[in-house]
C-alpha cells in the first residue's frame, strides 16, 4: 500500500473506531460533515473507497489554496503572504491577526508554514479554502430587491469550471422574478408617489392603494410587473459577461482584483447592462402609470411610444439612472464589505458561513443604505420618464427639474416615496432567497 493510501486507510480506521481526538478536533460534528461530503451513495455511511475519494479530492483543495497564498512560490506561507491574500477577496487583517493565524497553523515555531504543516492542519478542517468567504457571502445573486444597480457578485475558480456559476445566476433570476411579482404592488405604489404626489396632492399609502383599485381592480396592482421581471435575464446576463471583461482589463497582469477595481469594474458593467435594457426601464415606468385601456400591452406601448415621440424617448432619464450606479453601488458595496468583515473577524471560527440571518441582515441595511443615497436620483429619472405621459406636464432637463423640486417642495421632495420603497425591502430579500435555496437544490447545487 502506498504511503498516501496508508495514511488515509490509518484515518479510516480512526473515523470507525471513533477516535478522532487524536486529531484535536470534535468528533460528532467533524464525522457529520465527512459523511455529507464523501457519502456518493447517499446510504448516511461511508466506505472505505468513498472516504479515500473524499480524502484525496479534500488534498488536492488544499493544494490549490496552498499554491494560491504562496505569493513568492517558495513552498513556504509567511503572516504578509495570508494578510495580502486575505485583502485580494476583500478582508483587511491587521499584522497582529495574521500573525496570530500564522501561529495557529505553524506546527514548528518558524513564523511560516510548509505544505506539510498546511495539510495536517486543515485536513479535516471544514473551513478549508479561503473561497469560502466568496463562496458563502454572495449578496446580488442571492438578495432581489427590485433595483439591478448593486456589484456583481465574484465566483470562485472552482465554480467557474464546474458551471456551478450559471446555475447560481438562473437561481437567482428565478429568485427575483418571484421576489418582484411578490412585492410588485409596493413598487407600484412607489412609482406612483414618485411621479404624481407634491405638497399640493399628498397621497397616502392607504389612498394610493384605493385609488389604484378604483381605478381599475386589484389587478391593476401588478402594472409593469411583466417587462420588470423580463428584463432581469438580459440584463443578469450583459451585467455577468461585461464586469468579468471589465475586471480584465482593470487588473495587472491577471492578478487578484482589489476592492477599487472591484467597484469600477461592477460599476461599468452596471452601465452597460443598463445601457443595453434602458428602453425596458422606460416601459416599465409608462406601464407601471397607465390607465386603464391606454395600452394593451408591452409592444402596443413601445409602438405607441416610438410614434408618438421617437427613439429618443426611450432613453428619457437615461443620465441620472446612469448617474445613481455610483452612490447606490459604491455604498452598497462599502457597507457590505464593513459588515462581512466586522462578521468574519469576530465570529468566523470553523466556516466563513454566515448562516441565513446574517446574510439577509447585511444585505438589507447595505441595499437600503445604497438606495437612500441615490434615491433622488432615482425619483428625478422616473419623472422623466414619465414626463410626455402626462397631460400638461412641461419637459424639461435633470437639473432644471432637481431645481423645481426644491423650490417646490424642498429636499424631501426628492424622497417622495420612499416608505413604500422601504418596505419591500424586507419581504423582496426574504422571498428571494428562499426562492433562490430552493432553486439552487433543483438544480444540484449542494450547500
Known sequence: MT??????????????????????????PLLQKIVSSGDSDKNEGLDFEEFSKYLKEHEKKLKLTFKSLDKNQDGRIDAKEIQQSLKDIGVNLTDRDAEKILNSIDADGTMSVDWNEWREHFLFNPANNLQEIIRYWKHSTVLDIGDSLTIPDEFTEEEKTTGVWWRQLVSGGAAGVVSRTGTAPLDRMKVFMQVHSSKSNKISLVGGFKQMIKEGGVASLWRGNGVNVIKIAPETAIKFMAYEQYKKLLTKDGGKIQSHERFMAGSLAGATAQTAIYPMEVMKTRLTLRKTGQYSGM????????????????????????????????????????LKN??????????????????????????????LASYPLALVRTRMQAQASMAGSEQVSMSKLVKKIMQKEGFFGLYRGILPNFMKVIPAVSISYVVYEYMRSGLGISK
Open 3 to 28: 504511503t498516501l493510501g496508508g495514511s488515509i486507510f490509518k484515518v479510516y480506521l480512526d473515523v470507525r473506531t471513533n477516535s478522532l481526538e487524536s486529531y484535536g478536533l470534535c468528533f460528532v
Open 299 to 338: 409592444f402596443d406601448c413601445a409602438k405607441k411610444i416610438l410614434k408618438k415621440e421617437g427613439v429618443k424617448a426611450f432613453y428619457k432619464g437615461y443620465v441620472p439612472n446612469i448617474l445613481g450606479i455610483i452612490p447606490y453601488a459604491g455604498i452598497d458595496l462599502a457597507v457590505y464589505e464593513t
Open 342 to 371: 466586522a462578521w468574519l473577524s469576530k465570529y468566523a471560527k470553523d466556516t466563513a458561513n454566515p448562516g441565513v440571518l446574517v446574510l439577509l441582515g447585511c444585505g438589507t441595511i447595505s441595499s437600503t443604505c445604497g438606495q
